[in-house]
Each structure stands twice: as structure tokens, then as C-alpha cells.
């Protein structure tokens, strides 16, 4: 009987494993190819298409990819489905936790958050396992997933205030829409489209209803509410965005302080990571400022989303953000900070990997594959001989940043482990392990 790769989406782990397990044991996947995407959300934060950790595994292992990346926000739900998963189908794989936090250093400027001064998104990378219950590091992820259900509760309390005839239930409404109650803007946005469907339905009500809440004339509303992806954009953009409906300018208290965050994701040995956006904002013209300010807080890696650098309509936006990318690639690789790119896959739109071999991309694809192999590398190293890039081991051990990168990079570049060596290496003990992997690099 064929495997219904849908099955994959299920809220039952169980499902998934047993899906996965089925697949895996279908026809010959391809070989890996040469493109990577090590930034792709799940639904245990917010994927456009619902996809499991385990699904956006089967899909870039499907496609071919060399590596591949979780990102979820504030959680660390699927990090070990993910891994596992890139066990079964022979997939190199990282897994990485996404926040917003607040940088006192630079709070009067705008950074990676439009019109949000001090406040930037920033990323843990190469998560191997969630910290264990009743430590430091536990608490506060719980706090981190906390917050964020307080703002999103805060937003929706903002929001009824003007929408009262589609008020929303947060844990009936919208924590069901994910698998583990993480929700996001988006789910926020999704399920006050559903309630207004189940109010108003598909019709001249609900065309009424929403052209009053976008400021949109009647046939432009009904336009946007057929083409469900860009439809959802503009309702978050009305409501939760800048200037809309629940939108507050968060302060200095709204999110986590940077050094806090990166102290955090030391403390669970994985890589404090930047994230940088297109090069315009005030805080990242400067590229020096923004990475000295950034490294300064324990920060050892950057994640880029390429496709926001390139795929531009406008022709001189186009050149001045790909010369942007190039400047800000050529400073981290200057100071040894590996790269992590990817897609994000959490809105309609977005391309399911970026191309490598395109024109724009070309001249960095040794960096970001590197960066890649790095990331993946350290989570082996990490999750099967406690040897992380950021263990004191391995700072002993390799004390030059240029040795420690080619050392983890050779590590990610070996084939892809499988079950049976993971289990193996598993009862062997971490310092048997740590001896496989360096006899693999002779």
C-alpha cells in the first residue's frame, strides 16, 4: 500500500514516525545535489504549507538537497524529530530556534525590525536535544515560549477592541491550529479569517465586513479574499503590523535583552547566530559596527535570507541590496562566521530553496555551502560525542577560529550518517564516537 506522504502532517508524532518510516523505505531518493536550506520553519511555529519537521525533511531530502535547517520560533519542539528524520532518509541536518530580542546597544536605531528601533531578530543554531527538565536552560525556554503567548494574548485584547464582532478565543481558536500551542502572527491572522467566515461567510457580508477593515473598495476586497495567501498578508498587515488595528511599539521590556538570549543558547551548546537583513536599515549599514556589536554579545555565526537580496523587481534596489550581500558576506567570512541561508517557508511566495547556481548567488555558493557543512557537522559532533563548536573541548582543542571551521566543516561533509550508526555511536559513549568521526576524516 503507498504511503500517504500527507500523513506527514499529522499532529500525532506517532503518525509521522510511522509515515516517515514507510517512505524511507520506498524508491531511491536522489543524490544530494549542491543547493542547501538551513532556515525553514515547521508547524511547530508557522510553515505556509503545515508541514512537519518531519515533512520539511522528506521534502528537501525529496528535492535533492545537500543540508537542510529547522527554525522555529521560541520552541524547540522539533529538533529532534528533525534530526532523527535526516537519520531515516540519509539527510544532513541542523536545527535552530528563531526570536526577536532587544539590543540596548543600538536602541535607537532600526536594525532587522522595520520601524522597531533597538529590537532584532536573532537565531540559536546547531540545537541538538532540548535542555533538560529542572535546569536554568529549561526555565527559560519555557519563559521564552511564555512571553510570547502573552503578547500574542495582548494582541489579540488590542485587537477585539475594534473587531468585538470577531473576537477570538486564544486557546480555543487559535493554540489548536498548531500541534503544541507555539502560535505565531500568523496563526493570529488565520484564525481571525476563519471566524469571520463562520460569522459572516463567503459572501456580500463578508466582502462588507472586510473592505470596512482594510480600507479597500468592494471588488478589490473580493479580488484579495480570492487568493487566500495574499489575502492573509493583508489582513496582518491591517491588524498586527505597523500602524495596524493591535499593533504597540514594543519597548525596552517587550522582548529579551541580546546577551541574555545568547547566553542562553551557550548554556544548551549551540551558536548564538545574527541574523541580517538587506544591509538598509541605520543598524546595518554599517556592517563592522553591526557585527563587532553583535560578536560582542557572543554572537559566532549569521543567517541570511538570500532571496530577499536579489529577487527584486527594481533594477537599481536590485544592484544596491546583491552589492549589500556581498559586503556583508565577505565581513563574516573575514572573521570566520559561518553562514546559514535559507527560505523560511512560513509564508506563500517564498521559494522552497534558493539557487546556488543563479547569477546573484553564484559568487557566495562556496561560503554558503560551507556554512552549511559547519552547521551540520557540529550537530553530529554535538548530539553523538559532546564536542559542539562551542564545547570547551573543542575550544581547547582548536583554539584558531579558521582551524575549528575546516575541522567542523570536514565533519559535515563526511556522507550522512545513518540509523545504524547513530545507534551504534549512541552505545559506544561520547568519546568512542568523538575517535569514529575523526577516523572518517583519514
Not at 521590556?253 to 538598509?280: E, Y
Request: with cysteine; charged share 25%.
Amino acid at each position: 500500500m503507498q504511503t500517504n506522504v500527507n500523513n506527514l502532517d499529522s499532529f500525532d508524532v506517532h503518525e509521522r514516525r510511522a509515515t516517515l518510516a514507510g517512505l524511507a523505505r520506498g524508491p531511491g531518493l536522489p543524490a544530494a545535489g549542491s543547493n542547501v536550506n538551513m532556515h525553514a520553519h515547521s508547524f511547530y511555529s508557522f510553515n505556509a504549507e503545515g508541514w512537519s519537521p518531519s515533512r520539511v525533511a522528506w521534502e528537501c531530502r525529496r528535492a535533492g538537497l545537500y543540508a537542510a535547517g529547522l527554525c522555529d520560533f521560541d520552541v524547540l519542539d522539533g529538533v529532534e524529530e528533525f534530526l532523527d528524520a535526516g537519520l531515516a532518509l540519509g539527510l544532513r541536518a541542523a536545527a535552530h530556534i528563531e526570536t526577536r530580542v532587544f539590543l540596548a546597544d543600538m536602541r535607537e536605531v532600526e536594525i532587522t525590525s522595520p520601524g522597531e528601533p533597538g529590537v532584532t531578530y536573532i537565531m540559536g543554531a546547531g540545537f541538538v536535544r532540548s535542555p533538560a527538565a529542572g535546569t536554568r536552560a529549561a526555565d527559560d525556554l519555557a519563559a521564552y515560549r511564555r512571553r510570547a503567548g502573552e503578547r500574542n494574548q495582548a494582541l489579540i485584547a488590542r485587537i477585539h477592541q475594534h473587531l468585538p464582532e470577531i473576537a477570538l478565543d486564544y486557546v480555543r481558536d487559535v493554540m489548536t491550529l498548531t500541534p503544541a500551542g507555539n502560535a505565531t502572527e500568523r496563526h493570529i491572522i488565520r484564525a481571525y479569517v476563519r471566524q469571520a467566515a463562520h460569522r459572516f461567510g463567503e459572501g456580500d457580508s463578508a466582502v462588507a465586513f472586510w473592505s470596512g477593515v482594510l480600507g479597500k473598495d468592494g471588488e478589490t476586497t473580493r479580488r484579495l479574499m480570492a487568493e487566500a495567501p495574499r489575502f492573509e498578508e493583508a489582513v496582518r498587515a491591517r491588524l498586527v503590523k505597523r500602524g495596524g488595528l493591535g499593533y504597540e511599539q514594543p519597548s525596552e521590556s517587550t522582548f529579551p535583552r541580546a546577551a541574555d538570549f545568547t547566553a542562553w543558547v551557550r548554556a544548551c551548546g549551540a551558536l548564538p547566530m545574527i541574523t541580517w537583513l538587506d544591509g538598509t536599515s541605520a543598524g546595518e549599514r554599517d556592517a563592522q559596527a553591526l557585527l563587532d556589536c553583535m560578536c560582542g554579545h557572543g554572537c559566532v555565526a549569521m543567517n541570511i535570507v538570500p532571496d530577499r537580496n536579489w529577487n527584486i523587481a527594481d533594477p537599481e534596489e536590485r544592484r544596491r541590496k546583491i552589492a549589500n550581500l556581498g559586503t556583508i558576506v565577505a565581513e563574516a567570512e573575514r572573521r570566520g562566521l559561518p553562514l546559514n541561508i535559507g527560505t523560511e517557508m512560513n509564508r506563500h511566495g517564498l521559494p522552497f530553496v534558493d539557487d546556488l547556481n543563479g547569477e546573484a548567488l553564484r559568487p557566495h555558493r562556496a561560503a554558503f555551502l560551507r556554512g552549511a557543512r559547519i552547521m551540520a557537522g557540529h550537530s553530529l559532533l554535538a548530539r553523538y560525542a559532546d564536542y559542539g563548536y562551542l564545547s570547551p573541548a573543542a575550544e581547547q582543542d582548536l583554539t584558531e577560529v579558521k582551524e575549528r571551521n575546516a575541522f567542523f566543516e570536514a565533519i559535515g561533509a563526511l556522507p550522512p550518517l545513518t540509523e545504524a550508526q547513530a545507534r551504534d555511536l549512541q552505545a559506544g559513549g561520547a568519546g568512542k564516537a568523538l575517535d569514529w568521526f575523526r577516523r572518517g576524516l583519514q
